[in-house]
């Protein structure tokens, strides 16, 4: 009975102090890196059309921080002389450090290319685009780009690709 008595009398404390408890379930924040998916999962492999290489490609991503994203890949020309080409670049997430799914960015990527026997040659794309990372850890983003070439026309480009985050 006794045993009873006390198990009842705490109850009966914390149902009448929880209220005023200074430490609840809404006061207990979650480290930033678990909020935020671009610092929980900074490593990503994508797949795309279009993009800095001609039609289509294949990337690597990681997020040096929740604003800074480093990505290279490899992907395939609109030209049949030698059909593969490189990337490399940085974007900057403009609301990288808040948290959510879906980020605007702009960036600038150096291809490598070989065109029309002429050796590799460079060409410059500066994206402004949207990035979503859902709970499950796919990815995609959608571009419009400026594409710069001095050996070629300059255009208005662009991309789609999904991708999955790794790690």
Request: aromatic share 18%; charged share 20%.
């Amino acid at each position: 009975m006794k045993a009873k008595m006390s198990k009842l009398l705490v109850g009966v404390l914390l149902l009448a102090l929880g209220p005023w408890s200074t430490l609840s379930a809404a006061d207990i924040e979650k480290p930033d890196w678990l909020k935020n998916r671009r610092k929980k999962h900074p490593f990503g492999l994508n797949v795309g059309i279009l993009g800095p290489t001609g039609w289509g490609f294949v990337s690597a991503d990681y997020f040096i921080d929740s604003k800074l994203d480093l990505e290279g890949g490899m992907g395939i020309q609109t030209n049949g002389i030698h059909p593969y080409s490189f990337f490399a670049g940085a974007k900057y997430h403009l609301a990288g450090k808040f948290i959510m799914g879906s980020t605007f960015y702009f960036g600038a990527m150096d291809a490598f290319f070989f065109k029309d026997g002429k050796g590799y040659q460079h060409n410059l794309y500066f994206p402004i685009g949207i990035h979503k990372i859902k709970r499950n850890k796919f990815s995609w983003s959608l571009e419009v780009a400026y594409q710069f070439n001095k050996n070629s026309d300059s255009n208005i480009w662009g991309a789609f690709k999904v991708g999955y985050r790794i790690f």
